[in-house]
């Protein structure tokens, strides 16, 4: 039985294309919480951890991005049970990382924040899973977003805790 994961092949003008295409949709759909639910701060007790507000969309746009290019290396392998799973899962801990921002910010409570943030800390660990299955570069772009969320469970606690 031949492994999905195979040798990638050279990357393409249309390949390209389509990787930006990925990148740009996703900052797209993920930056768009932020928009319609404002992440007014003023009501949030921050713990002395609490990173400058400058960084977040900062961070925000990098991880988007890591997250297109990861999908798109997962979805250019083709059709297939493990690309098929893969791609589910990412969908999953996307919209998860969707709900928070409207749990958190929309409803000002973090308590919701918490309930949306473990399982997708979750989900993502079951997307690197599943990527991994598929391309192993993918999976690794997305190390740094599950590091970037396990960050902000404990800062979604600190402030469910401080409130």
Do not use: C, K
């Not at 943030?117 to 989900?123: C, E, H, K, N, R």
């Not at 396990?150 to 979604?156: I, P, T």
């Amino acid at each position: 039985m031949e492994s999905v994961m195979q040798r990638r092949p050279d990357l393409s003008t249309r390949d390209l294309l389509v990787a930006l295409a990925f990148v740009v949709g996703v900052n797209a759909l993920g930056s768009s919480p932020a928009f319609l639910f404002r992440s007014d701060t003023g009501w949030i007790d921050r713990p002395w951890f609490f990173p400058p507000e400058v960084l977040f969309p900062i961070v925000w746009t990098l991880l988007f991005t890591l997250l297109g290019v990861a999908l798109f290396l997962v979805v250019r392998h083709g059709r297939g049970r493990d690309v098929t799973i893969a791609v589910a899962t990412f969908a999953v801990q996307f919209a998860l990382n969707l709900a928070w921002t409207p749990a958190f910010f929309g409803l000002q409570r973090p308590d919701l924040g918490l309930a949306v943030i473990v399982p997708l800390w979750l989900a993502i660990v079951g997307t690197i899973v599943a990527f991994d299955r598929v391309d192993r570069l993918a999976a690794t772009l997305l190390v740094p977003y599950l590091v970037w969320v396990s960050f902000a469970a404990v800062l979604n606690y600190a402030i469910y805790a401080g409130g």
